[in-house]
Nanobody
Protein backbone atom coordinates (compact mmCIF):
# COMPACT_ATOMS: atom_id res chain seq x y z
CA UNK A 1 0.00 0.00 0.00
CA UNK A 2 0.97 3.59 -0.59
CA UNK A 3 -0.26 6.53 1.45
CA UNK A 4 -0.35 10.02 -0.01
CA UNK A 5 -0.62 13.30 1.87
CA UNK A 6 -1.25 16.54 0.01
CA UNK A 7 -0.57 20.03 1.33
CA UNK A 8 -0.33 23.59 0.13
CA UNK A 9 -3.88 24.33 -0.94
CA UNK A 10 -5.73 27.44 0.10
CA UNK A 11 -7.08 30.73 -1.13
CA UNK A 12 -5.37 32.71 -3.86
CA UNK A 13 -6.30 35.77 -5.85
CA UNK A 14 -6.67 35.67 -9.62
CA UNK A 15 -3.21 35.94 -11.12
CA UNK A 16 -1.65 34.59 -7.95
CA UNK A 17 0.33 31.44 -7.26
CA UNK A 18 0.24 28.40 -5.03
CA UNK A 19 2.49 25.39 -4.63
CA UNK A 20 1.04 22.01 -3.79
CA UNK A 21 3.03 19.14 -2.37
CA UNK A 22 2.27 15.46 -2.11
CA UNK A 23 4.42 13.01 -0.21
CA UNK A 24 4.15 9.27 -0.64
CA UNK A 25 4.91 6.74 2.06
CA UNK A 26 4.61 3.00 2.47
CA UNK A 27 5.60 0.48 -0.16
CA UNK A 28 7.23 2.77 -2.72
CA UNK A 29 8.31 1.32 -6.07
CA UNK A 30 11.44 2.31 -7.96
CA UNK A 31 9.33 2.99 -11.07
CA UNK A 32 6.13 4.95 -10.70
CA UNK A 33 4.17 7.89 -11.96
CA UNK A 34 2.86 10.55 -9.62
CA UNK A 35 0.17 12.85 -10.89
CA UNK A 36 -2.24 15.61 -9.98
CA UNK A 37 -5.91 15.64 -10.79
CA UNK A 38 -8.63 18.12 -9.91
CA UNK A 39 -12.35 17.90 -9.42
CA UNK A 40 -15.20 20.33 -9.02
CA UNK A 41 -18.65 19.43 -7.66
CA UNK A 42 -20.73 17.49 -10.14
CA UNK A 43 -17.85 16.93 -12.54
CA UNK A 44 -15.46 14.10 -13.28
CA UNK A 45 -11.94 14.16 -11.96
CA UNK A 46 -9.69 15.89 -14.50
CA UNK A 47 -6.03 15.02 -15.07
CA UNK A 48 -3.70 18.00 -14.67
CA UNK A 49 -0.05 16.94 -14.57
CA UNK A 50 1.92 13.69 -14.42
CA UNK A 51 5.55 13.21 -13.44
CA UNK A 52 7.34 9.92 -13.97
CA UNK A 53 10.23 8.51 -11.98
CA UNK A 54 13.24 10.51 -13.09
CA UNK A 55 11.21 13.69 -13.48
CA UNK A 56 9.65 13.69 -16.95
CA UNK A 57 6.51 15.83 -16.69
CA UNK A 58 3.48 16.11 -18.94
CA UNK A 59 0.54 18.43 -18.48
CA UNK A 60 -2.97 18.98 -19.76
CA UNK A 61 -3.44 21.58 -22.47
CA UNK A 62 -5.72 23.55 -20.16
CA UNK A 63 -2.87 24.31 -17.77
CA UNK A 64 0.20 24.39 -20.01
CA UNK A 65 2.27 27.48 -19.45
CA UNK A 66 0.68 28.07 -16.04
CA UNK A 67 1.08 24.86 -14.01
CA UNK A 68 4.34 22.95 -13.61
CA UNK A 69 4.84 19.51 -12.14
CA UNK A 70 8.09 18.37 -10.57
CA UNK A 71 9.27 15.56 -8.39
CA UNK A 72 11.91 14.84 -5.78
CA UNK A 73 12.43 11.08 -5.77
CA UNK A 74 14.70 11.26 -2.74
CA UNK A 75 11.74 12.64 -0.78
CA UNK A 76 9.03 10.63 -2.61
CA UNK A 77 7.34 13.95 -3.18
CA UNK A 78 5.63 15.47 -6.19
CA UNK A 79 4.95 19.18 -6.51
CA UNK A 80 2.51 21.25 -8.49
CA UNK A 81 3.36 24.90 -9.03
CA UNK A 82 0.24 26.84 -9.96
CA UNK A 83 0.87 30.26 -11.50
CA UNK A 84 -1.43 32.87 -13.02
CA UNK A 85 -4.37 31.28 -11.29
CA UNK A 86 -7.88 31.76 -12.65
CA UNK A 87 -11.25 31.40 -11.00
CA UNK A 88 -11.88 28.26 -13.05
CA UNK A 89 -8.88 26.62 -11.38
CA UNK A 90 -10.91 26.40 -8.18
CA UNK A 91 -11.21 22.72 -7.35
CA UNK A 92 -10.11 19.98 -5.02
CA UNK A 93 -6.69 18.83 -6.19
CA UNK A 94 -5.84 15.17 -5.74
CA UNK A 95 -2.48 13.48 -5.84
CA UNK A 96 -2.14 10.00 -7.29
CA UNK A 97 0.59 7.40 -7.33
CA UNK A 98 0.61 4.75 -10.05
CA UNK A 99 2.81 1.68 -10.38
CA UNK A 100 2.43 -1.95 -11.49
CA UNK A 101 -0.01 -2.59 -8.63
CA UNK A 102 -2.45 0.09 -9.64
CA UNK A 103 -3.35 3.62 -8.53
CA UNK A 104 -3.39 5.08 -5.06
CA UNK A 105 -5.04 8.40 -4.17
CA UNK A 106 -4.62 11.12 -1.61
CA UNK A 107 -7.56 12.79 0.11
CA UNK A 108 -7.22 16.03 -1.80
CA UNK A 109 -6.51 19.65 -1.00
CA UNK A 110 -8.83 22.56 -1.78
CA UNK A 111 -7.65 25.37 -4.04
CA UNK A 112 -9.91 28.41 -4.21
CA UNK A 113 -9.20 31.29 -6.54
CA UNK A 114 -11.20 34.37 -5.69
CA UNK A 115 -10.76 38.10 -5.37
Amino acid sequence: QVQLVESGGGLAQPGGSLRLSCTASGSISAISTMAWYRQTPGNQREWVVAVSSGGTATSADSVKGRFTGSRDDAKDTVYLQLNNLKAEDTAVYYCSYYDRRGTFWGRGTQVTVSA
